[in-house]
């Protein structure tokens, strides 16, 4: 199987949103998020994708924002491999394009951020080389109803 992993281009949008679906994902809601970062705002959002057939197999959403005590860091967030897939060496080749782009763009650091229950994204980033800087748990309290609840 053929498998381009690239950047993603505006035309892809509809693919990407397409992939996130079949994930269980709301693409609506992974581009809302992509204003802010562990640092603050976002300066540049893109997605980096594996491509077969003309369908994405695979995507990952990297943020870019400014650290002030390191310089430009990028956030990898929302990685998503099709099941079928997820035994293969494609993980590796998104993270590997990934680092590609973030050297390019003259980046300090990138930092993965996920689910604590994704056990295979933390083997697969360690393997890659990423070590655990920490561990953050989000709590959230509800002063008013949603306008729809």
């Known amino acids: 199987m053929d ?42 959002t893109m997605f980096v994708i594996a491509v077969t057939r003309g369908m994405v197999i695979a995507a990952l959403k990297l943020d870019i924002a400014k650290d002030p005590s390191m310089g430009r860091v990028g956030f ?21 394009k990934t680092s590609e782009i973030a050297e390019n763009k003259g980046l300090r650091a990138l930092d993965a951020v996920f689910d604590v229950s994704r056990a295979d994204l933390f083997d697969l980033y360690t393997e890659s080389g990423y070590r655990e800087e920490r561990k953050e ?13």
């Open 76 to 96: 990898i967030r929302y990685f998503e491999i099709e099941d079928e897939l997820e035994g293969t060496d494609l993980g590796q080749k998104m993270l590997e």
């Open 3 to 44: 498998i381009d992993v690239r950047l993603a281009t505006a035309q892809d949008r509809s693919l990407i949103e397409e992939f996130y679906v079949r994930e269980g994902k709301n693409f609506q809601q992974l581009i809302q998020h992509s204003s802010t970062t562990p640092v603050g705002a976002s300066s540049e």
């Open 137 to 149: 748990v989000l709590l959230r309290r509800d002063f008013r109803p949603g306008v729809f609840e």
